[in-house]
């Protein structure tokens, strides 16, 4: 067990619906990152946050939007679901300070979203 | 364009001999390396990391060495065990300076240890 939780395990939802994912960091982490894995590219970065702001955006459609609150939980929102978006939705959570060292990041199980 | 690529898309390993995962990277930018195991239906654990500045770290039966000059990663296991059965990804992340660890995944390379 990671410490980091992620609901719902699974969604099942049509296309053009919205749908929000959830997750809960590590206690005392303060970023969360969020990755999506699809079959045919491999796990690919997000966004992530750091205590409440955004600090990196990688390939994250426009549709799609996040957000830590001041719990330090994060949600992310996606929009105008199409098939495409059918994937393994995985955050990750690490300390996220320039301590001199890499800080790993501890993976949730993800959510399974289905577009139908 | 893939940036960190694992070539071998499985692997098969007999339970006591070594089992060796390669990765390649194209982004001079990457600082840091790292191996994730993955099992179905879980998210990715994290095994092992090694920094540019290292060319090898050792962490019990797994080994991460680092060719910088041929941006070249592997993962040894010695030795393998049945539990090690899972699909492994090599990550890589940027410095710190860029304000985040935001890791690139190559796709996976399946290692499959039979007793």
């Known amino acids: 067990d990671s410490g980091v939780t992620q609901t719902p395990k699974h969604l099942i939802t049509a296309t053009g619906q919205r749908v929000t994912l959830r997750c809960s960091p590590r206690?005392?982490?303060?970023?969360v990152y969020w990755y999506q894995q699809s079959l045919d590219q491999g796990l690919q970065f997000l966004i992530q946050?750091?205590?409440?702001?955004?600090?990196a955006k990688g390939n994250i459609l426009e549709r799609f939007s996040a957000q830590q609150f001041p719990d330090l939980h994060s949600e992310l929102n996606l929009s105008s679901l199409e098939l495409g978006d059918s994937a393994l939705y995985f955050c990750?959570?690490?300390?996220?300070?320039?301590?001199?060292?890499?800080?790993?990041?501890?993976f949730g199980p993800g959510t399974r979203l289905t577009v139908l | 364009d893939q940036q960190v690529k694992q070539n071998s898309p499985s692997l098969s390993v007999q339970e006591g001999r070594i089992s060796i995962l390669n990765c390649d990277y194209t982004?001079?930018?990457?600082?840091?390396f790292l191996w994730y195991k993955k099992y179905p239906a879980e998210g990715p654990t994290f095994l092992i990391s090694?920094?540019?500045?290292?060319d090898k770290n050792e962490d019990g039966r797994f080994t991460v060495f680092l060719n910088k000059s041929a941006k070249h990663l592997s993962l040894h296991i010695v030795p393998s065990q049945p539990g090690d059965s899972a699909v492994y990804f090599c990550?890589?992340?940027?410095?710190?300076?860029?304000?985040?660890?935001?890791?690139?995944f190559g796709k996976g390379t399946k290692l499959s240890v039979i007793p």
């Open positions: 990750a959570s690490s300390v996220g300070l320039n301590s001199g060292g890499y800080n790993e990041q501890f």
């Open positions: 206690s005392g982490d303060l970023s």
């Open positions: 946050y750091y205590n409440g702001e955004e600090r």
């Open positions: 982004n001079s930018m990457f600082d840091y």
């Open positions: 090694i920094s540019s500045i290292k």
């Open positions: 990550a890589a992340s940027p410095a710190w300076e860029a304000g985040s660890y935001q890791l690139t």
